[in-house]
């Protein structure tokens, strides 16, 4: 059964920082061809893209990140990071790990973590 685990999630003030994790222990070496992603999900609000990783390394990010959010992968350990620095209180959401395969077409979700930026 394939699974994605976030974690690292949180309570933080204002311009503070995280850095989240999804694992991927069942995934094995087909990870490195998976496209990672982080999504978020605030209250009354559909679910968006945060950050996305490709097999390559090449990455993209939604405008509300750019420049504070980095998104990285290690192929060796199955993880997938989204560090988040000078957080803003409208980053508060549910933090989604994603996992997308093109061929065969596979997507994989992670049960999400609750990130909270408030003073």
């Known amino acids: 059964q394939v699974q994605l685990v976030e974690s690292g999630g949180g309570l933080v003030q204002p311009g503070g920082s995280l850095r989240l994790s999804c694992a991927t222990a069942t995934f094995g070496s087909i990870f490195s061809r998976y496209t990672m992603g982080w999504y978020r999900q605030a209250p009354g609000k559909q679910r968006e893209l945060v950050a996305r990783?490709?097999?390559?390394?090449?990455?993209n990010y939604a405008d509300s990140g750019k420049g504070r959010f980095t998104i990285s992968r290690d192929n060796v350990k199955n993880v997938v990071y989204l560090q988040m620095d000078s957080l803003k209180p409208e980053d508060t959401a549910v933090y989604y790990c994603?996992?997308?395969?093109?061929?065969?077409?596979?997507?994989?979700w992670g049960q999400g973590t609750q990130v909270t930026v408030s003073s």
């Open positions: 994603n996992a997308d395969l093109m061929l065969p077409p596979r997507v994989y």
């Open positions: 990783i490709t097999s390559g390394g090449r990455t």
